[in-house]
C-alpha cells in the first residue's frame, strides 16, 4: 500500500541553524501539508500546498518557515533559522484531492530537537 | 472558529469491555469529522470519517462512530477492546474548501488492561 515517507525521523540541531525536513507524498497525490505537534499538545497545521504554490497557512507559519517541492517526488520544510519552542515532530501529510471529503494520508513524521 | 473538544484526555478500559471516546465540534455549518490513531513512533492512521453520506459510520479495525447533529457530536465506539487498540486518538474537524485544513483535538489516550 503506498504511504508518505519522511526523512529524517530525527534530527538535532543548534538553535539558530537551518533544518530540512523532508518529505515524499504518495505518488499520484496533488495536495500537501505540513503539521506540526509539540510534545504533550494538539496536532496543529502549518501549511498546504498545491500546484506548486501555498493554498493556506497558519498564524505558526512566519517567514522563518518555507516549503518547496524541488522536483516531482519530495516536499520539503524549511525553518530558515530554529528557535527553541520550534522543537516539535513535524508530520507531512498528502491528498489525491483537495476536496474537505478527502483523506489526508500522513507519514511517520520527523522528530525535531533545537538546542 | 471550527474546533473540536475531545473530552478525557486519558481512558483506561479491560480488554474486552467497551471503548467510548468522546468528540464535540463547535460549528454553524456541517463538518466534515474524522478519526485518527496514532500508535507509539507512528505517524497518524486514518480510522474513519464522516462526509454527509450517513450517520452512522463504520471504520478500521471494528471502530465505529456516530454523527449526531442535534449534540454536536462524533463520539467512537468499539464494542470490545483489544490489547492492540492501545494508542493516541485524535478527533479532527474539516470544513468546505479545497485543500483545507484539519483542525484536530487535543488527543485521548487509550489504555487497555487486562
Redesign the interface.
Known amino acids: 500500500e503506498p504511504e ?1 515517507t519522511q526523512t529524517p525521523s530525527h534530527q538535532v540541531t543548534q538553535m539558530g541553524q537551518e533544518v530540512i525536513l523532508r518529505c515524499v507524498p504518495i505518488s499520484n497525490h496533488l ?1 500537501f ?1 505540513w ?1 506540526r505537534q509539540i510534545l504533550g ?5 502549518l501549511v ?3 500546484n506548486n504554490e501555498i ?2 497557512k ?1 498564524e505558526i507559519f512566519d517567514d522563518q518557515f518555507s516549503v518547496e517541492r524541488p522536483d516531482g517526488s519530495n516536499f520539503t520544510l524549511k525553518i530558515r533559522s530554529t528557535k527553541l519552542e520550534d522543537s516539535a515532530m513535524y ?1 507531512c ?1 498528502s491528498s489525491e484531492l ?4 478527502d ?7 520527523t522528530r525535531l530537537t533545537v538546542l | 472558529a471550527q474546533s473540536v473538544t475531545q473530552l478525557g484526555s486519558h481512558v483506561s478500559v479491560s480488554e474486552g469491555a467497551l471503548v467510548l471516546l468522546r468528540c464535540n465540534y463547535s460549528s454553524s455549518v456541517p463538518p466534515y469529522l474524522f478519526w485518527y490513531v496514532q500508535y507509539p513512533n507512528q505517524g497518524l492512521q486514518l480510522l474513519l470519517k464522516y462526509t454527509s453520506a450517513a450517520t452512522l459510520v463504520k471504520g478500521i479495525n471494528g471502530f465505529e462512530a456516530e454523527f449526531k447533529k442535534s449534540e454536536t457530536s462524533f463520539h467512537l465506539t468499539k464494542p470490545s477492546a483489544h490489547m492492540s487498540d492501545a494508542a493516541e486518538y485524535f478527533c479532527a474537524v474539516r470544513y468546505t474548501g479545497t485543500a483545507s485544513k484539519l483542525t484536530f483535538g487535543t488527543g485521548t489516550r487509550l489504555q487497555v488492561t487486562l
Open positions: 508518505v495536495y501539508y503539521y499538545q494538539k496536532v496543529e497545521f498546504s500546498f498545491y493554498s493556506e497558519s508530520f501529510a483537495g476536496a474537505s471529503t483523506t489526508q494520508y500522513f507519514g511517520p513524521g
